[in-house]
């Protein structure tokens, strides 16, 4: 170890600012100006210490110190009691456990251009300031935070949950540190630091933010959906075409082809028709308890009416053609009146059903889980009296078939029956097909299914029975003789 007297003296010429020591840094003279009070203070301590007057020291039987052999004991009673100010007009002092009164620079460390470490002053603690000063001045703009971020970063574990979230504790963690875990569907919190989300009601939904609850939206097939503009659109071109029809049979109510056909119970056919495609506007629209009586009633009733004129039309054929041969007197059993009885009976048979007395259609709400809509449709009251309806068209229709096919090889001038057994197919196809598709759709998508079935079996019965006869009467009326009917009667 190099001794003390080994040391080489200083020339005064050393430069200070070649040494990399905090100490000896020329340009930051804070540390040195702290050495330099704390070196003054021991001087003054040492001062008082001299100027002790025998008999009135501070130490036992009023000693004073010995100047020439000074304790370090000794020099600290005196140290606490220093009170000086520097030719900078800085005051030191210590207080009652030794400590000097505080006075600090603030100071952030802040990295320059060049690479090193800046020490940039950016505010004041005075410990001596008194009343009416600010014991600490800071200037905030001047502070440099991790990767030089002026704004203050935050010391917490985990930030405050805000509305439409909720706390999940950590596990293993302090209480202070959680997740914020969004609030599901249906749930909100409205208030910062939620513990648990709460559910809203059955008829409200939570907002996108989760942090309120609204009214559901009512869905139900509307006039103004897509879906309902195209079904009403179709319906009403139905009930034109259907009275155009009637229009065209009216101007033409004398010709053989009308009056050969029952002209009673084609307009009957053809009014019961314009009742089927009008009908199906009854299911659209807001369900309301009149409505949903009034959809099932009149499609029940129309269609009854629609399928017994045609299972009429077919019995007329076969009653006909069987009075055409020597010796039949069969007509005077099916005349007009007989034909009316039939239509009449059948159609009661519908009207008189207890369905809408016994479980009527009512209006129900349907609230599918996790969903922001209400499905607004018609429950059917009774699964057995929708069901008997169903079934008492079905039958209907399925005697008409059979009865149209048995008469499908009568002669041509009669022979109403081959198109009444294609209009029955399509009528059979479409019914069949709509159940399965009726019981897997959802919503208003099952209204819309029965609202095309009617819509599809209508067109197919004024398609097959009454197309045939316009094209003869608006396109080939040389056919709508009588002259040219009997002939072929007679090629039979």
């Not at 990295?111 to 600010?134: H, K, R, V």
């Not at 935070?145 to 439409?164: D, I, K, L, Y």
């Not at 009296?385 to 009568?410: D, E, M, N, Q």
Request: aromatic share 10%.
């Amino acid at each position: 170890m190099q001794r003390e007297s080994d040391k080489p003296l200083c020339s005064g010429s050393e430069n200070l600012k070649s040494m990399k020591n905090i100490y000896s840094d020329v340009s930051q003279l804070r540390i040195s100006y702290n050495v330099y009070k704390a070196v003054y203070a021991i001087a003054h301590a040492i001062e008082a210490m001299k100027s002790c007057n025998e008999g009135a020291g501070p130490f036992s039987l009023r000693a004073c110190p010995e100047t020439t052999n000074i304790q370090p004991w000794q020099l600290l009673h005196y140290l606490k009691e220093v009170v000086y100010t520097n030719k900078f007009g800085d005051e030191t002092m210590f207080d009652q456990n030794g400590d000097p009164v505080a006075m600090y620079d603030l100071v952030n460390w802040q990295l320059g251009l060049n690479g090193e470490m800046q020490f940039i002053t950016i505010g004041l603690f005075d410990g001596t300031a008194t009343a009416g000063y600010e014991k600490l001045q800071l200037q905030e703009k001047h502070i440099l935070w991790n990767e030089n971020q002026t704004a203050v970063p935050q010391s917490v574990c985990s930030s405050p949950c805000p509305p439409g979230t909720r706390k999940a504790i950590r596990p293993n963690f302090p209480i202070c540190c959680h997740d914020c875990v969004a609030c599901r569907a249906g749930e909100i919190s409205n208030q910062t630091n939620s513990i648990e989300c709460v559910r809203c009601f059955p008829l409200f939904w939570s907002n996108v933010e989760r942090t309120a609850c609204f009214p559901k939206k009512v869905d139900f097939l509307s006039f103004s959906d897509t879906m309902g503009i195209t079904l009403t659109t179709v319906a009403l071109l139905g009930s034109l075409c259907t009275c155009w029809v009637i229009f065209i049979f009216s101007c033409h109510i004398s010709t053989p082809i009308v009056r050969a056909n029952n002209s009673e119970l084609s307009f009957l056919l053809l009014f019961s028709l314009t009742l089927c495609f009008l009908c199906s506007l009854t299911f659209i629209g807001r369900p309301s308890d009149w409505s949903c009586m009034l959809r099932h009633t009149a499609f029940g009733i129309t269609f009854v009416l629609c399928i017994s004129c045609v299972l009429g039309k077919t019995i007329v054929v076969l009653m006909a053609f069987r009075a055409t041969l020597p010796g039949s007197n069969v007509m005077k059993w099916f005349g007009p009146v007989q034909q009316r009885a039939i239509i009449t009976l059948s159609t009661l048979v519908i009207i008189c059903t207890i369905w809408l007395t016994v479980a009527p259609p009512t209006p129900q709400k349907l609230m599918p889980r996790e969903s922001a809509i209400v499905i607004l449709l018609c429950d059917e009251g009774s699964a057995l009296g929708f069901g008997l309806v169903l079934g008492y068209i079905g039958l209907l229709a399925c005697l008409c078939l059979f009865l149209a096919f048995l008469a499908r090889k009568l002669p041509d001038n009669f022979n109403e029956a081959k198109f009444i057994t294609f209009s029955m197919l399509i009528f059979c196809a479409v019914w069949v097909a709509f159940i399965p598709a009726y019981i897997s759709s959802p919503g208003k998508y099952a209204v819309a299914v029965e609202i095309f079935a009617i819509l599809a079996s209508s067109y197919g019965l004024l398609a097959c029975i009454f197309a045939p006869k316009c094209y003869i009467i608006l396109l080939r009326p040389e056919k709508n003789c009588r002259k040219h009917l009997m002939s072929k009667m007679n090629v039979q």
